[in-house]
C-alpha cells in the first residue's frame, strides 16, 4: 500500500487504477501516466489568499447562473478523468485532473468517482506551483480533450486569458485586465474582473 508519496518513483508512469489505490493525503494529478503535484507538501506553503479568493467569486458567480440551465459546477477535488479514444476501464486510462473549477453540462459523463470526459468549461487559477503546467501541458491536455472553453487566471497579474475550441485548436479570445468578461459559450454570463481579483 503507498501511504507517502516518496514511495512513488516521479518519473514512473501511472494508471487511475494506481491512482485509486493511495492512501497519502497530498493532491496529485496524472497527465498522460506522469505525477504532478497538486496540493503544498510539507516542504510549500498553502495557496495564497487571492487564489483562494478568486476561487470563491467565480464559484459563486457560475453556481447563481448555472442553477437553473443543467449544468452541474464543480471545484477542486473533483476528479476529472480524461480518456483517450475509449478508454474507459481504471487501469486504461492514464489522466485524471482536478480543475479548480469546471462546467459539464452533458450529466451523462458524471459518476461517483467524479467525470469521465472533457468538461465544457475549465478555470485554472494560477499559483507559483502550477502556472508553468495550466499553459503548457494542461492547455494542451484540454485542447486534445475537447474542453471547449478554458479560462487560465492569474492573481498575481490579475489578469484572464480566455480561449475557445475551434476546430480542435485553442484560440486566445482575449486576455482581459478590467471590465466585465463574458464566455465565449455561455455569452449572456457576465463576470466582473473586479469581482475575481477584489
Same mark, same amino acid.
Given at each position: ?91 486504461? /486510462? ?9 462546467? !459539464? ?10 467525470? /469521465?470526459?472533457? $468538461? ?19 492547455? @494542451? /491536455? ?18 484572464? @486569458? ?24 455561455? $455569452?449572456?454570463?457576465? !463576470? ?7
Amino acid at each position: 500500500m503507498i501511504t507517502d508519496i516518496s514511495q512513488l518513483d516521479p518519473n514512473g508512469t501511472y494508471s487511475y487504477a494506481d491512482y485509486l489505490k493511495w492512501q497519502f493525503e497530498e493532491s496529485v494529478e496524472l497527465i498522460k501516466g506522469k505525477l504532478y503535484r497538486m496540493s503544498p507538501g510539507v516542504d510549500s506553503p498553502a495557496p495564497k489568499r487571492k487564489h483562494q479568493l478568486a476561487v470563491s467569486h467565480l464559484l459563486v458567480d457560475i453556481s447563481v447562473y448555472f442553477g437553473e440551465k443543467g449544468c452541474d459546477v464543480y471545484t477542486a477535488p473533483f476528479d476529472v478523468r480524461l480518456p483517450v479514444r475509449n478508454e474507459r476501464k481504471p487501469d486504461q /486510462l492514464h489522466t485524471v485532473v482536478q480543475p479548480d473549477i469546471c462546467v !459539464i453540462c452533458d450529466l451523462s459523463k458524471l459518476d461517483d468517482a467524479g467525470c /469521465l470526459g472533457a $468538461p465544457d468549461w475549465i478555470i485554472e487559477i494560477t499559483s507559483p506551483r502550477t502556472a508553468k503546467q495550466d499553459f503548457s501541458e494542461k492547455f @494542451n /491536455l484540454y485542447q486534445e480533450s475537447g474542453v471547449r472553453e478554458y479560462w487560465i487566471v492569474q492573481p498575481k497579474e490579475q489578469t484572464v @486569458n480566455v480561449y475557445i475550441l475551434e476546430e480542435g485548436q485553442y484560440v486566445l479570445v482575449d486576455v482581459y485586465e478590467s471590465g466585465d468578461i463574458p464566455s465565449c459559450i455561455f $455569452p449572456d454570463l457576465l !463576470i466582473s474582473h473586479d469581482r475575481i481579483f477584489r
